[in-house]
């Protein structure tokens, strides 16, 4: 029989505050960048690693300000957001060789937004066959790399 471990996810399922934190708030208040994963900050907004990744390589882009959706959002923020996501492609790009990469919002808690009420930017790389019946029947990702991994990885290219 074999076994997956994933040790990480168990403070998730195990420790659901009833009126939980915004995770965003909190990395953008804080100052513990490598240990929170926060691969860059820009004036406006900050890029960090997934703590619950879809891919290895999984980053988003959170403005500081807590808005909950792209009307409520400062042009300036959306702009820089962006130019962060370009840096971003370009850095998953050079980093893991993907095949394809998605971007994109989840707004509003039925759309798959984690934390529906802080707008943030999804960005991925993507491969073909990336997906399989662990993640379609089990509902379980298997990833081939431990987010501190990815992080010295990914943190050389927004130095």
């Not at 997956?4 to 990395?27: G, K």
């Not at 370009?90 to 509003?108: H, T």
């Not at 930017?121 to 990702?141: N, Q």
Request: proline share 7%; with cysteine; hydrophobic share 40%.
């Amino acid at each position: 029989m074999d076994r997956l471990w994933s040790p990480w996810r168990y403070q998730y399922v195990s420790q659901a505050p009833e009126q939980p934190a915004c995770i965003f708030c909190e990395h953008a208040a804080a100052t513990q960048d490598e240990q929170n994963y926060v691969l860059h900050r820009a004036p406006f907004n900050f890029v960090l690693l997934n703590l619950y990744p879809y891919t290895n390589g999984h980053l988003m882009i959170a403005p500081y300000q807590h808005v909950p959706d792209l009307v409520e959002t400062p042009a300036e923020t959306l702009a820089e957001m962006m130019k962060l996501a370009q840096a971003a492609e370009a850095a998953l790009r050079a980093e893991y060789q993907p095949e394809g990469i998605n971007v994109g919002f989840n707004l509003g808690r039925c759309a798959g937004a984690g934390v529906a009420g802080h707008l943030h930017l999804h960005i991925l790389p993507r491969w073909f066959g990336d997906t399989s019946f662990m993640t379609a029947i089990g509902e379980t990702r298997v990833l081939p790399e431990d987010l501190r991994t990815t992080y010295q990885k990914l943190r050389r290219h927004f130095s």
